[in-house]
């Protein structure tokens, strides 16, 4: 198999998985609890303005979201033909990675929306929860409770391997500065991961009224979205550097395609794998729910 056909085949996937398969699932998870648990009957689960969202007017924004989805895969599928009508060849030197990044990015911004929409969801509710009477606290929660030491050290392992890596192999007199940047720029994104789990686990509930099982499952999913994306990011800056050495340049492109494939299925879709709508206990979004523990 070329390297050209490997390529298109990958980015085909990429198209497939990040702007049609992923956001139809989460488009269709969201048409289920509107159906299922309506805002005359789950009260708090649609704090103002979000009381909207079961009417016209929020499945119309479920549909343009999902359309938008469609638009930047027949963004990509208009790359690919491109590519094929003007005879593409990926450079043997590399480079070409920059612009499936792009594209990635570009395919990432719709779930980036939705992510931004949740969080001033959860910022509603937590508002609408301060005035209603509440019991304290009775399950504290701690960190080793929804993350093992082994597998945050395993990351912290990874990482230190991989500045390791780069320390020995890029610290001449034109590569350090880039070295120093990668190195310091990976080990930020790993403490605000860290930063992010602490917050979590130690600070107020993002939706102050789910139980104190489903809060846990939640942060048990964070934790291990973020270690596993800790590793990826260090085993892929490893990778490429390697093929850059072994003059493997022309896989860059494969390789930064199947990454943001990777970083889709072990965050969406280990989300989607690890918790369905039946799993969630939904009641304690009822008006007539008593105080959240």
């Known amino acids: 198999m070329s390297v050209l056909i490997l390529f298109y085949i990958v980015f085909l996937s990429q198209i497939y998985l990040l702007s049609i398969y992923f956001p139809g699932q989460l488009a269709k998870r969201v048409r289920q609890v509107l159906s299922k648990y309506p805002p005359d009957k789950y009260g708090k689960l649609y704090p103002p303005p979000f009381d909207y969202f079961a009417s016209r007017e929020g499945v119309s924004r479920v549909r343009n979201w999902q359309l938008l989805n469609f638009a930047i895969a027949g963004l990509g599928l208009g790359i690919l033909l491109a590519a094929v009508l003007s005879g593409y060849q990926p450079d043997p030197m590399g480079g070409d ?5 792009a594209y990635a990015m570009i395919q990432f911004v719709p779930l980036f929306m939705a992510e931004i929409m949740t969080a001033k969801w959860f910022s509603r509710m937590r508002q609408e929860y301060a005035g209603r009477p509440k019991s304290a606290e009775l399950q504290p929660r701690k960190l080793w409770d929804v993350v093992s030491p082994l597998n945050l050290f395993l990351a912290l392992g990874i990482y230190l391997a991989m500045a390791a890596w780069f320390l020995q192999q890029h ?8 070295t120093l940047i990668t190195l310091f ?6 403490l605000g991961y860290f930063l992010l789990l602490l917050h979590r686990v130690h600070g107020r509930k993002n939706d102050p009224y789910k ?3 489903d809060q846990l499952h939640e942060l048990k999913l964070l934790a ?3 270690v596993i994306s800790s590793i990826a990011a260090s085993t892929i800056l490893v990778l490429t550097d390697m093929a850059d050495m072994f003059v493997l340049e022309v896989f860059d492109p494969v390789l930064i395609s199947v990454f943001a494939q990777f970083c889709a299925v072990f965050s969406i879709g280990l989300g989607f794998s690890k918790t369905t709508i039946e ?4 009641e304690v979004y009822r008006e007539d729910a008593g105080p959240v523990v």
């Open 185 to 190: 720029g990976l080990g930020a994104m790993n």
């Open 171 to 178: 610290m001449g007199e034109s590569e350090r500065g880039a």
């Open 279 to 282: 799993d969630i206990d939904f």
């Open 97 to 101: 990675e920059i612009f499936v990044l």
């Open 211 to 213: 139980s104190h099982a």
């Open 224 to 226: 291990s979205i973020l």
